[in-house]
């Protein structure tokens, strides 16, 4: 019965600490920031074992174009790690042009990017060619 | 002499197939999931040209004032790792994508993408055995406004008592002929940790 009831504290002072305001731009690592139910020590294995049991991973959350001052479609996808782990992957986007047709260039290729545990992460693609006017994205695990 | 029989054909398949060795298959290029090796493969090549491609063309750098093209000369690429790396590796690509990006030209007249040819065939200016209306004319050649040089080198630390990490940088460099002023400039990393006993050249 004690151990329940410490147990209860224990949820309730780190359900306060994560209704705090944050800035969702900034990032506080495990041991830097306040523990939360994810990086306190008592609570951290279960919530860990939960995410991998669920099997949370990364969730692009925007994909926006925008054509630079050079003529060239940009491409910006922004997205979120909902595990705790960190994210190794691999993408790779194909450039369409305005018949829908892909646009050969070398730059479509695998690319390389990572993203911590529970953080947002984006990245930047230019389309090398002014003809692309839309994308295809595809994406994999790094091997 | 039944029995002696069968072990010698399962002797002879077992030594047949010990020796095939593995099989010789094709690298599938566009989704290529084989291992990572410690030199450089052509993986790592398609990556840091993406990415150079990428960042040049997105910076504007060779978006001239007044529209048109500028006529660029590839200068020295330096290798200095420890492979024998062919630079064009990286370079017709970076190159390619210039010209079809409809920025630029390159020019084969100087530098390190110069094709001796353009000048044997100036040469021919004074034969009688050619049609000197059809040869190139004094004056035709265009000279570079911009350059592209760089280099790809290496660095090995030992990361621990088995380990050895392997940094490959890729840099390259864009600059204006007239006013020696660079327009651009970038590098790319390309980092391995592996066994030590790998041999990385």
């Known amino acids: 019965m004690k151990k329940l009831g410490f147990l209860l504290i224990t949820l309730t002072v780190l359900a306060c600490s994560c209704s705090n305001t944050k800035d969702s731009r900034i990032h506080m ?27 949370e991973g990364l ?3 925007e ?29 790779k986007v194909q450039w369409l042009d305005a018949d829908g047709l892909p646009v050969d260039t070398k730059t479509s290729t695998w690319l390389p990017m990572s993203a911590t545990g529970k953080t ?13 006017v839309d994308f295809r994205m595809d994406t994999r695990k790094w091997e | 002499m039944k029995t002696k029989i069968v072990n010698i054909i399962m002797l002879t398949a ?28 052509y993986r790592d090549f398609d990556q840091a040209a993406s990415k150079l491609i990428q960042s040049m063309i997105g910076s504007g750098a060779l978006k001239k004032e007044g529209g048109g093209r500028y006529v660029v000369a590839t200068g020295r690429i330096v290798n200095d790792t420890m492979q024998r790396i062919d630079t064009d590796q990286l370079m017709v690509k970076v190159e390619t ?24 065939t100036r040469e021919l200016r004074d034969s009688d055995e050619f049609d000197q209306e059809t040869t190139a004319q004094k004056k035709t050649l265009i000279a570079p ?48 940790r592996g066994s030590d006993k790998s041999v990385a050249w």
């Open chain 1, 120 to 132: 947002t992460f984006s990245f930047k693609v230019v389309a090398p060619r002014t003809n692309a």
């Open chain 2, 145 to 192: 406004e911009l350059t592209i040089s760089g280099k790809i080198f290496q660095r090995n630390i030992r990361y621990d008592r088995n380990r050895q990490q392997v940094e490959y940088y890729f840099q390259l460099k864009l600059s204006d002929v007239k006013s020696g002023l660079r327009f651009w400039q970038d590098e790319v990393l390309v980092g391995k």
């Open chain 1, 63 to 91: 994909a926006v174009t925008r054509r630079n001052d050079a003529g060239m479609l940009e491409l910006y996808v922004t997205g979120f790690n909902k595990s705790y782990d960190t994210k190794r992957f691999r993408y």
């Open chain 1, 29 to 55: 690592r495990e041991g830097v920031g306040s523990d939360t139910l994810g990086s306190n020590i008592v609570t951290r294995p279960v919530t860990h074992a939960f995410s991998a049991l669920i099997g």
């Open chain 2, 14 to 41: 077992l030594v047949v197939a010990g020796c095939s060795g593995p099989e010789t298959t094709n690298i599938d290029i566009m989704n290529d999931e084989g291992k990572a090796v410690m030199a450089l493969d």
């Open chain 2, 97 to 120: 994508e210039m010209l079809n990006s409809g920025q630029a030209v390159m020019t084969s007249a100087i530098g390190s993408g110069a094709d001796e040819l353009l000048h044997e």
């Open chain 1, 59 to 61: 969730e692009v959350t």
